[in-house]
T-cell receptor
C-alpha cells in the first residue's frame, strides 16, 4: 500500500472511446503527477499539479486532459487515443512539486492502458 | 536538455555477485538524486536518495549509491545480490523548482 491509489488497474479502449483514469492520494501531499511508462523508454512526466493548479505540462497531446478537483484527486481524461498511447500510466504525489528539499515522490501501482 | 542516462539496459547476475548500476546526468548546478525500484507486479518505490551531505548514501535492503559530482554520476551498488533483488531500477534526478526526470531503467535478473 503506497498511499496512492489508481483505478482502473487495466483498461482497454478503442480509438474513438472516451475514458478516464482516476488517482487518489491519502498522504496529505500538495503535488500530484501523471507519468507515462512505455517499454524501453524513460518514465515520461506528463503533468504536474500543485494545490490543484497545473504547474507543468510537458507538451502532451490534447487527447490527454488532466483534471485536479482537489489536492487528493487527479484524473486523466482520455479521448481519441492512438495505439502508440498504450502504456502504463502512473500517478504520483509528493509534499511539494519541486525538488528544493529533495522530497520523495510516491507512486501508485499504475493503470495499464491498451488502445485498440 | 536535461537528461538522465542509465547505460545498462539488462543486467544478469548470480546470487552473491556484486552489483553496480550506472547513472549519469547532464544537469548543471545543485541536483537531488534518487534510485527507485520496481519489483515485478509492484509499484515504484524509493530505494535511496541524496540531496546534501555525505555523498555515499545508504538505502534499504543493503543498497548504497555514491554521488560523484565531478563525474555527474550516481551509481547504485550492492555487495551481494539476492534472488529477491530481481527488479527494474530507475535513476532519477531533480532540481529545485522542477519535477523529477527519470532514466530508462535497468532490469536486473538474479538467478539462484
Amino acid at each position: 500500500e503506497t498511499g496512492v491509489t489508481q483505478t482502473p488497474r487495466h483498461l482497454v479502449m478503442g480509438m474513438t472511446n472516451k475514458k478516464s483514469l482516476k488517482c487518489e492520494q491519502h498522504l496529505g501531499h500538495n503535488a500530484m503527477y501523471w507519468y507515462k511508462q512505455s517499454a524501453k523508454k524513460p518514465l515520461e512526466l506528463m503533468f504536474v499539479y500543485s494545490l490543484e493548479e497545473r504547474v507543468e505540462n510537458n507538451s502532451v497531446p490534447s487527447r490527454f486532459s488532466p483534471e485536479c478537483p482537489n489536492s487528493s484527486h487527479l484524473f486523466l481524461h482520455l479521448h481519441t487515443l492512438q495505439p502508440e498511447d498504450s502504456a502504463l500510466y502512473l500517478c504520483a504525489s509528493s509534499q511539494d512539486p519541486g525538488q528544493a528539499s529533495g522530497n520523495t515522490i510516491y507512486f501508485g501501482e499504475g493503470s495499464w492502458l491498451t488502445v485498440v | 536538455a536535461q537528461s538522465v542516462s542509465q547505460h545498462n539496459h539488462h543486467v544478469i547476475l548470480s546470487e552473491a555477485a556484486s552489483l553496480e548500476l550506472g547513472c549519469n546526468y547532464s544537469y548543471g548546478g545543485t541536483v537531488n538524486l534518487f534510485w527507485y525500484v520496481q519489483y515485478p507486479g509492484q509499484h515504484l518505490q524509493l530505494l535511496l536518495k541524496y540531496f546534501s551531505g555525505d555523498p555515499l548514501v545508504k538505502g534499504i535492503k543493503g543498497f548504497e549509491a555514491e554521488f560523484i559530482k565531478s563525474k555527474f554520476s550516481f551509481n547504485l551498488r550492492k555487495p551481494s545480490v539476492q534472488w529477491s533483488d530481481t527488479a527494474e531500477y530507475f535513476c532519477a534526478v531533480g532540481q529545485a523548482g522542477t519535477a523529477l526526470i527519470f532514466g530508462k531503467g535497468t532490469t536486473l535478473s538474479v538467478s539462484s
